[in-house]
């Protein structure tokens, strides 16, 4: 379902006191003894995606930042509502780059795209074969990823 769907209904659960509720799609951390290196969403890297696992298998602080709730998704929204409707955006001069994964469950690429064009100084690089956690992705798209951060800071200092 859409965001603006997702945002009411994440409004209304949290008014009413649900907001502790987890949004749909999503959960607590479950401890998986059949996890695969495929279940994780948010990269693609088969190792790291194992490594993280394990992680949160032996770190209970971990777990906890694992599912979004409705007060969460609530915020986030209002949030996020509050940037895009901001006329200080076009005025900002400190320079920005936004590393845009397009393969992103968790945040809209086309909206973190649409914030950039907003913002006077922002420049977006789009990597279309990465999903949310840049940091831990493939090598090949990692390396490039820091690499064009580096170069990026490297051409505006």
Not at 65 to 74: A, E, I, Q
Not at 87 to 98: A, C, F, N, Q, S
């Amino acid at each position: 379902y859409s965001h603006r769907i997702g945002s009411v209904v994440a409004e209304i659960a949290s008014g009413l006191g649900f907001g502790w509720w987890y949004a749909p799609g999503s959960s607590e951390w479950i401890n998986n003894p059949h996890y695969k290196d495929t279940d994780n969403e948010n990269t693609s890297d088969p190792v790291r995606s194992l490594l993280k696992e394990k992680w949160r298998q032996k770190k209970e602080y971990a777990q906890k930042s694992y599912g979004v709730t409705l007060d969460w998704f609530n915020n986030y929204s209002k949030s996020r509502d509050h940037i895009m409707k901001s006329d200080i955006l076009p005025k900002t001069d400190t320079k920005i780059l936004m590393t845009v994964p397009i393969i992103d469950v968790l945040v809209s690429p086309i909206s973190s795209l649409h914030l950039c064009t907003m913002i006077f100084n922002c420049t977006s690089i789009e990597y279309k074969d990465a999903r949310h956690e840049l940091y831990l992705e493939r090598n090949s798209i990692r390396d490039r990823w820091i690499t064009d951060i580096l170069t990026w800071i490297q051409s505006n200092t």
